[in-house]
């Protein structure tokens, strides 16, 4: 059974998007992602031109990030399928992207320099996607560890969503164990 009760039909269209984070060196983590559309029924481009099912975008951005700072230190797109060959030349926008930092704001940010008519709508959305696996890679990264500071946490996860908002109850429990841990010391 299907959404809503109802049965569901035909299948036209899957989207999958993955992200792996790597250690890289030990100042860096590679960031992979893959974003790839399978259409599962025969298609007309805007053309006119028939396609018959199969993939249609399959698009990987290599990352590296500063385990610091989360700076993206370098990067590289790759566009094996597109439905155009107009597509990949969206590629050579995309050095704007090298040094911009991991944090609030950073869909916002790519959108402005990367997005709409100089770029592509499915490289913004992996990499916005990257940039929330990135920190999810990182803690992963981090937690291997010793126990990581509540300070650093902090840095991490500030604002990054609701349970972690700055005025949340988890942001100040954090904060007040660290003015508690100051007190004793």
Known sequence: MGLFGKPYGEKYHTRAIEVNTYEYDEGRLAVEGCLKDHRFQAYHLETGEKR????????????????????IEDLKV????????????????????KGLRIAGGFTSKIKELVGGSKGCTHIIELLAEMSFSTIQGLIAYKQQ?????????????ENTCWAWRSEGPMIKWMKDQIEAEKKIL
């Open 52 to 71: 018959p099912p199969g993939i249609m975008h399959q698009m990987a951005i290599h990352l590296l990030v500063n385990k610091v700072t989360l700076v």
């Open 78 to 97: 790759d566009m094996p399928v597109v439905p155009d060959g107009h597509c990949s030349e969206v590629l050579k926008f995309m050095e704007p992207v």
């Open 145 to 157: 560890g010793p126990l990581m500071s509540k300070s650093e946490l902090i840095h991490i996860v």
